[in-house]
């Protein structure tokens, strides 16, 4: 392996209280994915230009969401994870890594899903109380979603 955990992570991780949850029933398509809306939903906490940065004093980590619009540069959107856990370089270089925006465009050109949706959805990774995140902001990004009607939604985990 190319990389390690630093101390301070793998103690973490060894001491961490993991959460066992119910699984819950996968929604099948009903139509092909070339012709579903298909959304991306992040947890690169990338913001637009402009928008509120995640709080990284949030003990727990921020549970709020960003929502980018389809059309949003994808270069220009602004990073902040709190994590240090990763490399950022990748993303740095090349948002598309954390919202890959311009493939997602690509993949519409080509025919291989329906549409863009009009709204994608960015969280802040490396939530270690996931509690607010599954009770608050889980049901409000799938009303977000809903909303938008997408049919499907690739989730981007970082």
Not at 19 to 36: E, G, H, M, N, Y
Not at 70 to 92: C, M, N, T, Y
Request: with cysteine; net charge neutral.
């Amino acid at each position: 392996m190319s990389w390690r955990l630093g101390l301070k992570y793998r103690a973490f991780i060894k001491a961490y209280r993991w959460r066992r949850i119910d699984p819950v029933p996968a929604a099948a398509l009903s139509k092909p994915v070339s012709q579903c809306r298909v959304a991306l939903v992040s947890s690169a906490g990338l913001v637009a230009p402009g928008d509120e940065p995640f709080d990284q004093e949030v003990k727990g980590g921020d549970f709020s969401y960003r929502l980018i619009a389809k059309d949003a540069p994808v270069q220009q959107l602004e990073e902040f994870h709190r994590s240090e856990a990763f490399d950022h370089s990748g993303i740095e270089a090349d948002r598309n890594m954390g919202m890959p925006l311009d493939r997602l465009h690509e993949m519409a050109a080509a025919g291989e899903i329906g549409e863009v949706a009009p709204r994608h959805v960015s969280l802040m990774g490396s939530i270690t109380a996931p509690g607010r995140l599954s009770k608050h902001t889980a049901p409000a990004v799938a009303k977000e979603l809903l909303a938008d009607q997408v049919d499907l939604a690739l989730l981007i985990p970082v």
